[in-house]
């Protein structure tokens, strides 16, 4: 139910724009986060926005470059790369979970590769 789109090739320093539309319905309570898979590394955490949009984390590896956002309208979160660095090559996921204490995601996008050469 989440399709993920917006990767691509880019250069060091360059941006792009990951989107996830959800195509199930979505209640404010709901989080939607970003997630990451390096060829060869285990999936991290990039960030996350609560669906109401009052409350955003990311890792610290991707702090001050990224920037999640979401809209309620369209039923599509963001992810605004900026800065990329080659370090930031990976496969990047899209999830969904119906509330901040939910132990776990239940929806997941397919993935949307990002590659930033040096």
């Known amino acids: 139910q989440l399709q993920a789109s917006g990767g691509g090739l880019v250069q060091a320093g360059g941006s792009l724009r990951l989107s996830c539309a959800a195509s199930e319905q979505t209640f404010t309570s709901y989080v939607m986060a970003w997630f990451r898979q390096a060829p060869g590394k285990e999936r991290e955490f990039v960030a996350r926005?609560?669906?109401?949009?009052?409350?955003?984390y990311y890792a610290d590896s991707v702090k001050g470059r990224f920037t999640i956002s979401r809209d309620r309208s369209k039923n599509t979160g963001y992810l605004q790369m900026n800065s990329l660095k080659p370090e930031d090559t990976a496969v990047y996921y899209c999830?969904?979970?119906?509330?901040?204490?939910?132990?776990?995601?239940?929806?997941w996008g397919q993935g949307t590769l990002v590659t930033v050469s040096s």
């Open positions: 926005i609560t669906w109401s949009g009052d409350s955003t």
């Open positions: 999830a969904l979970k119906s509330s901040v204490w939910a132990t776990s995601f239940g929806s």
